[in-house]
């Protein structure tokens, strides 16, 4: 219970933010959106209240430092009569025994025709030509081997049904043919609520429909069985007050990897079970090569590994429960699984999914025009090359990075922290501002603002060139029309510029002229 005191009365408003935002929320999020008394309370008064919470069971901080309601009960194990498993069995006879796990009740909908594949790009003699309709063949591409290349695991504990996975119960086809769509609906109110808070927090990412399942018991008698997918088809889905829609596209069930990994641990020739699905290998992601629907590929799967089955794989006909105490194998369950969260891609896969919805228009206003919008560079230099002002000493590749960010239409600069990119951004802030020109600086964290703001406030003491458009507290809205009357209200707002142009002139005259505009080949303005 929360004390009803000025503290408690905090930790329950707390609280309700985080029920309300499945999606989780950062420290400062909570901080930002919560007021006590009108005020924004202080970071330690927000993270005392937020640990009085997590000490009372409420609320748990996630591995990405964001919290989330933790009032959802974990699902204890029940035997096959329904009762909970006694806490006082022990050993051996404890390592045995698992939760059933129920399935819960899908209806398939109507298959419809899958949408009609855009044409060939190019035929093979003829190069491929730059355009938005080929960004949007190549954006699931990109999507894809993000996703792959942190390679989610589907593998789950069985005391995770109801939250990272469940089990289904179709009766009827629920997978499409050749050339179709199929949609699988269930009822939102059938749903676990700890199932749907997971799924909000995966917004629009593919889940992973899964058949068969197999249950792996470890060699450690003492490590409790978990569940792995034998082959997934992802699927996209929408939810709304009634029901979640599971839209199944007309695609080859892939063999998961962890499954093929525990098939070799065992003893088993991975090649010869990969002939006899005739499915091809290609850096752990197997496909056949041709289509082949869910029951032809089950029928194979069963031919391949006669000895593992534990029920039929009767893909009509589902299991409605699934034994967890039983023996080790492959049963005939029907699982929706959610993939671990992606900790490093997660928000890039989730842009280029976006940039799918954009019209030509809008992607036209973008930095991508440069190479896909019938812009690109044809060798020629920039109309009025601009200069590089050297506010900062800098190396030949930032000379030459500055350069290019100047006078090129888009400019790529990567390194590891301490390269120098802080320096590159402020030489070249300082450079368009010579020029008369403005500049944008966006980042995805305060931290690189902080480092170009601070180190471009010294180079210009302090003088109205630069105007942040948010701070860490997360203050008062930004308003350009009130940054430019800001601008303009303060004094040596020309004197600055002036001031640019006279510390250019000596560095103009330096021996060499490292900053010197180069003929710029591939570039235009």
């Given at each position: ?178 050339g179709e769509l199929a949609v699988l609906e269930i009822a939102r109110s ?33 490590r409790p069985p978990f569940l792995v997918p034998v082959a ?294």
């Open positions: 219970m929360l004390a009803h005191d000025h503290g408690g009365s905090l930790a329950a408003n707390i609280l309700n933010l985080i029920e309300r935002h499945p999606e989780e929320l950062h420290h400062e999020e909570v901080r930002n959106r919560v007021r006590q008394d009108g005020q924004r309370p202080g970071v330690d008064t927000v993270a005392a209240a937020l640990l009085s919470l997590q000490r009372a069971g409420l609320v748990t901080i996630g591995a990405r430092r964001r919290w989330f309601s933790a009032s959802i009960p974990t699902p204890h194990p029940v035997n096959a009569a329904g009762d909970l498993e006694s806490s006082a069995v022990t050993g051996a006879v404890q390592a045995n025994t698992g939760p059933w796990l129920t399935a819960i009740p899908a209806t398939p909908g109507a298959t419809r025709a899958a949408p009609t594949a855009p044409p060939p790009l190019a035929s093979a003699d003829e190069p491929i030509q730059p355009s938005w309709t080929l960004l949007r063949r190549l954006l699931p591409y990109y999507r894809e081997a993000l996703a792959r290349n942190e390679r989610a695991l589907l593998l789950s504990d069985p005391s995770r049904h109801g939250e990272q996975f469940i089990l289904l119960a179709p009766r009827g086809r629920w997978w499409p043919g050749e059938v749903l676990p609520p700890a199932f749907l808070t997971a799924l909000a927090r995966r917004r629009r990412e593919p889940v992973h429909v899964a058949f068969p399942i197999a249950l792996v018991r470890p060699a450690d008698v003492t997934t088809v992802a699927a996209d889905w929408t939810l709304d007050a009634e029901t979640l829609r599971l839209m199944l596209p007309a695609e080859t069930p892939a063999v998961e990897w962890s499954w093929v990994r525990g098939q070799r641990q065992r003893g088993r020739r991975v090649r010869e079970l990969l002939d006899a699905l005739d499915v091809s290998a290609d850096d752990e992601v197997w496909h056949t090569g041709s289509f082949v629907d869910w029951r032809t590929f089950i029928e194979r799967l069963a031919g391949a590994v006669p000895t593992e089955l534990r029920t039929p794989l009767d893909p009509l006909h589902p299991l409605s429960t699934l034994d967890c105490g039983g023996p080790g194998g492959v049963y005939g369950a029907l699982g929706l699984f959610l993939s671990s969260d992606l900790q490093f891609a997660r928000r890039a896969v989730r842009d280029l999914l976006d940039l799918t919805q954009w019209t030509d228009q809008e992607l036209s206003q973008t930095a991508l025009v440069a190479f896909l919008g019938g812009r690109l560079a044809s060798g020629n230099p920039a109309d009025s090359p601009v200069a590089v002002l050297e506010p900062l000493p800098l190396g030949e590749d930032q000379l030459r990075a500055v350069r290019d960010g100047l006078n090129r239409p888009l400019t790529v600069v990567t390194g590891p922290p301490g390269t120098g990119k802080s320096q590159v951004a402020v030489a070249l802030m300082a450079s368009a501002a010579l020029a008369g020109r403005s500049v944008l600086f966006a980042s995805r964290n305060h931290q690189a603002i902080d480092a170009v703001v601070d180190r471009f406030a010294e180079r210009v003491e302090r003088r109205p060139l630069l105007i942040r458009a948010n701070t860490r507290d997360g203050g008062e809205g930004f308003s350009f029309e009130r940054a430019i009357d800001a601008i303009l209200a303060r004094p040596g707002g020309t004197g600055t510029l002036g001031g640019l142009r006279r510390c250019a002139r000596p560095v103009g005259r330096r021996p060499g002229c490292r900053h010197r505009p180069r003929p710029m080949h591939g570039g235009t303005r």
